[in-house]
């Protein structure tokens, strides 16, 4: 079975991300994750997130549209 995670992992600053528009494959990728419902995916691969990793530090809670979450942040 073919995952999000068989392409290839490319590596650009964010400056560079920024300034480059997405291809038509590359909208079409993020329009079809966009569409699934969080039942849909498969967050088995992920490591738990505990309250003791986030007081680590070692993890950052972001809300959509990258309100960070914590730390004194609202």
Known sequence: M???FDMPAIKIS????KSRPFTAA???RLAALAAKSDAE???SDQPEITDAVIAAGRVRI????GARVGAGRS
């Open 14 to 17: 964010l400056a560079e991300a």
């Open 41 to 43: 995916i498969d967050f």
């Open 26 to 28: 590359e909208r079409a």
């Open 2 to 4: 073919k995952t999000d």
């Open 62 to 65: 972001v809300r959509r549209g």
